[in-house]
């Protein structure tokens, strides 16, 4: 098992006890500290957010970590990977991107995906705070600082159908979506910070009162087994 904290990268193995550090550094020859999302490829690799210290990638068989030094991916705060393998990179002010044949050599090749004022359809905010796809529908959902963005076709940076707060059908109890889950049985959930959690079926939101769920700030949600 692979934890990272604020202390870093730590690893435990099936026979150990205790977890061990790894330790890695970024492309200023900093240790990697205040690790916010890992995620794990089919190569082997580990992709690795650290707060404001960027996006890297470590290799599990030659134990060794390589920074993606970029001015975007510096900013990496959350990760997802789709069904078709494709890394999907969550930034704190610099929107989103999608990884392009990440393990090339050279530069980190990556489609960006940003809030562009005026532009009903483009990403609603470029603080980000949690990714989760929706296989059924092909769809790619994004939680953020000023609601959710659900990308409809990933080669085209405005196709976001966005939900925010307001007084129609469908609008959104309050903004922050802080975290997203897709359970077995197809439903998504989006659970907000300062308005509940709600569930989204045949197009609609369901809300969760007060009275059916007890608090109202919600920061992580996990699915039954």
Known sequence: IWI??????FRKNALDRNFHPVPI???AGRPVKAVTSIIKDDKLN?????????LLRYDIRED?????DD???RKAHVLARDVAGNIWVGTWGAGVVRLVNPLAPGPTRYVHYKHVPGRTHSLLDDIIYDIEENPEQNTIWIGGRS???ILHDIDNPDSFQNFFPGDNVGDLPYNEVNSILRTRDGLMWIGLLGGGVEDYTNEFFTRYSA???PFQEV???MAHL
């Open 147 to 149: 609601g959710l963005s």
């Open 25 to 27: 550094s970024n492309s």
């Open 46 to 54: 580990l992709w690795i957010a650290a707060f404001d210290q960027g």
């Open 219 to 221: 920061r992580a949600e």
């Open 71 to 73: 001015a975007v991916l």
């Open 64 to 68: 060794r970590a390589y920074a993606c």
């Open 4 to 9: 990272g904290g604020d202390k870093g990268l």
């Open 211 to 213: 009275r059916l769920f």
